[in-house]
């Protein structure tokens, strides 16, 4: 490890470093998926792409309020969004991600049934008058009420 560790003792240093591997992560993990016949067309769709149209869609949902698409090149632009929505599946955190996870564990339950889950839920040891009883304490269950 580095010798000087006054950075990793700061607060915000799990943030700051969880923020830098994520966007390393992005650097290195987008791609696109599609499949070999439709590589020419989606190759056009990203070259052809209205940069003006692109921006007044980012300029109308920072708001965020709905946005449907007015013009052609609006259109194009949602039509490509839609393309790309794998384009960082395998950074940690994306959009694409949480979605590839949710449909894997919607896989897993086809495949192995639905999970079942027990929760225990176990009293404070040192304030619970049951738990104290059964260690030796002598307390009148009678007079406890429920709070």
Same mark, same amino acid.
């Given at each position: 490890?580095?010798?000087?560790?006054?950075?990793?003792?700061?607060?915000?240093?799990?943030?700051?470093?969880?923020? $830098?591997?994520?966007?390393?992560?992005?650097?290195?993990?987008?791609?696109?998926? /599609?499949?070999?016949?439709? %590589?020419?067309?989606?190759?056009?769709?990203? +070259?052809?792409?209205?940069?003006?149209?692109?921006?007044?869609?980012?300029?109308?949902?920072?708001?965020?309020?709905?946005?449907?698409?007015?013009?052609?090149?609006?259109?194009?632009?949602? *039509?490509?969004? /839609? +393309?790309?929505? $794998?384009?960082?599946?395998?950074?940690?955190?994306?959009?694409?991600?949480?979605? $590839?996870?949710?449909?894997?564990?919607?896989? +897993?339950?086809?495949?192995?049934?639905?999970?079942? %889950? %027990? %929760? /225990?839920?176990?009293?404070?040891? /040192?304030?619970?008058?049951?738990?104290?009883?059964?260690?030796? *304490?002598?307390?009148? +269950?009678?007079?406890?009420?429920?709070?």
């Amino acid at each position: 490890l580095y010798g000087d560790r006054r950075f990793q003792k700061d607060r915000s240093y799990v943030y700051v470093a969880y923020s $830098h591997s994520q966007i390393r992560a992005s650097t290195t993990g987008g791609y696109l998926l /599609t499949r070999k016949s439709n %590589f020419v067309n989606v190759a056009d769709k990203v +070259l052809s792409i209205d940069k003006e149209a692109l921006d007044r869609l980012i300029n109308s949902t920072k708001d965020g309020s709905y946005v449907t698409p007015q013009t052609d090149g609006e259109k194009r632009c949602f *039509e490509l969004m /839609t +393309l790309i929505d $794998h384009a960082s599946g395998n950074v940690g955190g994306s959009s694409a991600r949480k979605k $590839h996870q949710r449909s894997e564990i919607k896989l +897993l339950i086809y495949l192995k049934g639905v999970p079942c %889950f %027990f %929760f /225990t839920f176990a009293p404070a040891d /040192t304030k619970n008058p049951i738990c104290l009883s059964y260690c030796g *304490e002598q307390i009148d +269950l009678s007079t406890v009420s429920p709070r």
